[in-house]
């Protein structure tokens, strides 16, 4: 039976959990802000065995671009030492997983902080099938797109404030519940997904 260590450190929650199989055998969920870089490491080491594991799962994003870099920088690390495969999973379809194991099979959009006002969108049908790639869109836009009835998210309450219909459910991402994850939803593709583009440029207007 496949053990697998799970990092999500991709938004203001940050989460570890070592699974054997589909049961999680222990893990830590907390809701941070800041100051992921100094809690993760120490969470993974208090999991039995200090986490070791055969497979390394990581949130790419989008979110805290920080966070992203720190879970992806550990799970690299962690895979390479223990020659252990390396898969990433996108934030929104965890949180949509959570949605349905909570709510049954019903679409789901997940609405998350993202940067300069603006909102990481994505859509979800009840099979969890996404609609389109996650958007960064500004509220006003994303209450006039997005048509789920149930809306799961950092800025779910929000969102339905502003659309005027729907049911809201605050929600973070949490490694614990892994399990909910569909297979499909992960990948071997394990680069950072910031949700939108970069701010800085290089010379000539170039992006980095």
Known sequence: MTRTLVIDSATDACSAALFEGSECLAGEWFQLGRGHAERLVPMIGALPEKGRADRVV????????TGI????????????????????????????AQA???????????????????????????DGSSLA?????????????????????SQAGSLVNLRGTGTAQAMLPDARRFAELPESA???????????????KLPGRKMP
Not at 133 to 153: E, F, K, M, T
Not at 192 to 198: H, I, K, L, N, S
Request: proline share 7%; net charge negative.
């Open 58 to 65: 990581v949130a790419l994003g989008p979110g805290s671009f």
């Open 186 to 200: 992960l990948t071997r593709d394990v680069r950072p997904a910031y949700g939108r583009a970069p701010d800085a």
């Open 133 to 153: 790639p996650v958007r960064s869109l500004r509220p006003d836009d994303a209450a006039s797109q997005i048509g789920a009835d149930l809306v799961v998210g």
């Open 100 to 126: 349905r194991a909570e709510h049954g099979a019903v679409p789901v959009a997940v609405v998350n902080t993202g940067g300069h006002g603006e909102w990481f969108v994505e859509e979800f049908e009840a």
């Open 69 to 96: 870099r720190v879970g992806l920088a550990a799970a690299r690390a962690l895979a390479l030492a223990w020659k252990a495969d390396l898969f990433g999973y996108h934030t929104p379809a965890l949180l949509a």
